[in-house]
């Protein structure tokens, strides 16, 4: 709930959210005073006396219901305010994020905590509104009740002081099988991931598929169990709460004489009294059941923001940590770009010798050329991309772009000097971050060098289509880059899947067109017969740099 209300809080104005509070105190300060009103109408009042009763009783039933819908509507606002910050704050979270961290913490667990988490986050929001109400109109009923007589709230609280704690042990215990739940949803994502990104091979092998079906049904069948005991466990809860309000009724009714608070004023007043603390008790139960029915709903969203800030993601931030992003322009003239003794480890779980080391890493890149990056698979040669683009910083070592270290708070600057394709690159439907007047036509021009321009059309920065193979996915991937037209290129394995004749067109017209630009260019490639087209050959292994070797003209002149 702290964590909630700390969401809502950050989200709105605290005068706002001051109005809004004061609204709902109001509004059940007055439903309060209701069965007041209804207690001395029973009673049997005078006529003129009735009238005034009759009068108030509508006027407080208007001023209820008029505070309770300006209450409402202010919270609902600040939570769609809040439900929509939350989930554009978490997506930057997550591109802000270390991406080593990122890829440590799975797909699978990120793509839950932006769609369950932030659900059932967004679900609690919009339930704060009516959850606010109804307490307010409870506490405005203990109030009338304590104004009536403090003694027999005592009592009553007494009553509710021995049963509420076994309460709190059920509901507990509920929370306890919720996060449990929450955890056990992780690993069932990381079965439907499969089932989404390994259709293919799954429909391939018969064995394969039935084995994986039924790991599958293992899953969530022990996901539907502990779901159903969590939510058995907070419908005894909620049942509970209204057996503690029967209890209360039942102390009100039969242990009112007994306790000993009958007085000289009579067993007229007496019955007086109990009539207005029944009927108040009575006037509770419905927004007391609202209560207790939002509490699991409210616990899930708690669960929800615990498990999103485990994964490094704050949702609550501290002024002191946000910072402006460096939105500098990247240099167009440019001299060099240097890593020295660049190292940069993976560590095994609860173990301290890493499991693999790139580095450390002596290279220089500078303008107009191409360098060939070869190595066998597992040899460090996409590591090193990402050290190299700003995706990874190094352990130690240090990166210097003409003559400036890059650093934590210079790091997205620099990557703006890249334009890359990786081998698993990402494919986005429209043309983002690029808005010169002309972007169609020059998108429409290098489809045609592409050969894709009777396969994709583009209008207003919008691609009419992605749905292509993985070689001319890439072609369009490559269409980004071009239209990024950044200092440097990277390209990770990018030829791998083009036929002999756009491998042709890649290495021999793209390459060489790239370095008269005067761009710097790595390709990471096993296509040995294409080297002579670069500048240099960089050579890793086991993610060490054991060779580095220009192309001699001759060798380019023969490729």
């Known amino acids: 709930m702290k964590d909630l209300f700390a969401i809502l809080r950050q989200c709105s104005r605290t005068s706002t959210l001051v109005v809004a ?45 008029v505070t309770r819908v300006a209450s409402s509507l202010i919270l609902v606002v600040l939570g769609a305010q809040a439900v929509a910050d939350l989930q554009s704050k978490l997506s930057r979270k997550i591109l802000g994020s270390d991406m080593r961290r990122l890829e440590e913490i799975g797909a699978h667990r990120l793509t839950v905590a932006l769609t369950n988490d932030i659900t059932s986050i967004t679900g609690a929001l919009t339930t704060l509104p009516i959850f606010f109400l109804n307490a307010a109109t409870v506490f405005g009923c203990l109030v009338y009740m304590a104004w009536m007589s403090l003694s027999n709230l005592f009592i009553l609280l007494a009553t509710l002081a021995v049963m509420v704690p076994i309460y709190l042990v059920v509901m507990r215990s509920g929370w306890r099988r919720q996060r449990l739940v929450r955890e056990v949803e992780d690993d069932l994502f990381k079965f439907f991931r499969g089932v989404t990104q390994g259709t293919k091979e799954l429909k391939m092998r018969w064995g394969r598929r039935e084995d994986y079906l039924a790991q599958l049904d293992v899953a969530t069948q022990h996901f539907r169990r502990l779901r159903i005991a969590f939510m058995r466990v907070f419908l005894a809860g909620a049942n509970w709460g209204n057996f503690l309000f029967y209890c209360s009724i039942g102390v009100v009714l039969f242990g009112w004489r007994t306790a000993g608070v009958a007085n000289a004023a009579g067993s007229a007043e007496v019955a007086s009294a109990q009539t207005g603390y029944v009927l108040t008790l009575l006037f509770m139960i419905g927004p007391f059941q609202v209560v207790l029915n939002s509490l699991p709903l409210l616990a899930q969203a708690g669960v929800s923001v615990q498990k999103i800030e485990r994964l490094g993601l704050r949702l609550v931030s501290d002024p002191s940590e946000e910072r402006e992003e460096d939105r500098a322009l990247p240099r167009s003239g440019w001299r060099s770009l240097e890593l020295s003794g660049v190292v940069l480890g993976y560590r095994r779980e609860e173990v301290d010798e890493p499991e693999f080391s790139l580095g450390p890493i002596d290279l220089v890149l500078r303008p107009g050329e191409v360098v060939f990056l070869s190595g066998g698979n597992g040899s460090g040669k996409t590591t090193l991309a990402k050290v190299l683009v700003g995706l990874y910083p190094p352990d130690s070592g240090r990166i210097v772009f003409d003559g400036e270290p890059v650093t934590e708070a210079n790091r997205d600057w620099f990557r703006q000097h890249f334009s890359i394709v990786f081998s698993d690159f990402f494919l986005f439907d429209t043309l983002l971050g690029l808005d010169s007047p002309d972007l169609d036509e020059r998108a429409r021009k290098h489809l045609v060098e592409l050969h894709l321009q009777h396969k994709v059309r583009v209008a207003g920065g919008k691609l009419s289509t992605i749905e292509l193979s993985q070689g001319q996915r890439k072609r369009l991937a490559l269409l980004m880059a071009f239209l990024e037209d950044s200092p440097i290129f990277v390209f990770d394995e990018w030829a791998a899947d083009q036929d002999f004749e756009f491998r042709q067109v890649f290495y021999y017209q793209i390459l060489p067109e790239l370095r008269a630009r005067g761009k710097a260019v790595v390709v990471i490639s096993h296509d040995e017969s294409y080297y002579g087209v670069g500048d240099r050959v960089v050579h890793l292994e086991y993610g060490k740099l054991v060779d580095e070797r220009p192309i001699m003209d001759e060798n380019r002149a023969l490729a």
Do not use: K
Not at 26 to 53: F, K, N, Q, T
Not at 58 to 65: D, N, V, Y
């Open 21 to 65: 509070t004061a609204l709902g105190l109001l509004s059940g300060a007055m439903a309060g005073a209701l069965p007041h009103v209804v207690r001395e109408v029973l009673e049997g009042p005078e006529p003129d006396r009735r009238w005034v009763l009759a009068v108030l009783f509508f006027t407080l039933s208007l001023a209820i219901s």
